[in-house]
């Protein structure tokens, strides 16, 4: 959720750092400040299309990605609102389908800022606000809305009539924040869901599952659960069969990774619930192809970084960054049967060896980095001594393209993972 201010230096730049200032904590889980601001800007809100509300460990971004391409591959305007961006804080703003423009953005922030009149703030408070400003005056047919940390204090959860709520997979993440147990993360996520609006549900942990469950009944909020009302399985060749209100077979996903399946049946299940949105089994075929969404195993083609390695290695890319994130990363990389380096980063609010754990018995090479730019993250000696916990030998690393270097081999699969930060300052840097 930190603003990363990378790229290339705009108007918008200076009225997002200035934004920084408005509160001294970056994160405060609280309503009440960007409800006064939306009230001073009209409460554009509640002027917005259909709003499918997305809340959740893992998963939340590539299940907005594929709802994104189903619709749009449908001929749908969608209008998403996702968090953090990689490298430029434009990517957080897509109006009936393209990234904001610089022009808009700017005047959204400035107006922003004159209706809050310097009154204490957070800058994802207040750029959210710009989001659903933006989007209150663009017509779209829909509107994917990321939350950005839990739910119930989310400045999202100003939404009061969503159309459709989805909780992807819920784990241990940003204790410090929404509680030390699952079960109490899931009753922070779990706030996003509203009186007698569905609830599409992916994979849970028990604990979490009884939490959602309760809440959905307090609020009459009809459950639409992975493995109970929905399931989808791996077809012969790595298709997708999903098998919900309906049956469908559609090819493997434009996403790597056998946890994507579940994403992809999240957003199945969630077009399935919205009245009114019927889609075409061809439509979902082609989009389930076209799904885009970097930094999620993605294999990076060209660039400086790419150039520079051994030959026949390859240079994979992906900003997973919790103990369940890591435990989905070895499960892919388990399955390519060849040596793997890893070139790791995090910051400091994660746990770097539950992260690494799972991993460890398919790392060949390890090197760390310290996230550039960021005075949050974990050095590259702190990283690597989290790393030596778990039986994984590491060397720090003073530089991305030395850790680069130093975790690749002839032959080999590289990895960098660790942190979405880190992930944006790769694609930045690799161009």
Known sequence: MGPRLTGRRAPSDRILERLLTL??????????????????????????????????????????????????TAGKR??????????????????AGKVIPEKMLGALL????????????????????????AFAREDADIALIEVGLGGR????NVITKPAIAVLTPISLDHQHFLG?????IAFEKAGILKLGTPVVVGPQPAEAATVIAARAAELRAPLYRHGQEWSVEHAEGGGLIYRGRQTLHLPPPGLAGAHQYDNAGAALAALECLPGFALGAAAMARGIGKVEWPARLQRLGHGPLVKALPAGAELWLDGAHNAA?????????AGWRRPTGLVFGMIKTHDPTAFLKPLAPYVARLSTVAIPGE?????????????????????????????????SAPGNRTLICGSLYLAGKVLAANG
């Not at 809100?45 to 998963?59: C, F, M, S």
């Not at 204090?153 to 999202?156: I, K, S, V, W």
């Not at 994130?325 to 990389?333: T, W």
Request: net charge negative; hydrophobic share 45%; charged share 20%.
């Open 153 to 156: 204090f989310d400045a999202t």
């Open 180 to 184: 030390e147990t699952v079960a109490a």
């Open 375 to 407: 005075t949050n993250t974990l050095n590259a000696e702190e990283s690597a001594a989290a790393a030596r916990t778990v039986g994984i030998e590491a060397v720090p690393a003073k530089s991305l393209r030395d850790a680069v270097a130093a975790a």
């Open 325 to 333: 994130g890591g435990e989905a990363l070895a499960r892919f990389v």
């Open 110 to 133: 400035a107006e922003c800022e004159r209706a809050n009149a310097g009154q204490p703030i957070t800058f994802f408070e207040i750029t959210t606000a710009a989001a659903f400003l």
């Open 78 to 95: 969608v209008h998403v609102y996702t968090s953090p961006h990689l490298v430029r804080f434009h990517e957080r703003i897509r109006l």
């Open 23 to 72: 509160h001294p904590r970056l994160i405060d889980l609280s309503l009440d400040r960007v409800m006064r601001l939306l009230k001073t800007l009209g409460d554009p809100q509640d002027e917005l299309p259909p709003v499918i509300h997305v809340a959740g460990t893992n998963g939340k971004g590539s299940t907005i990605a594929f709802l994104r391409a189903f619709l749009e």
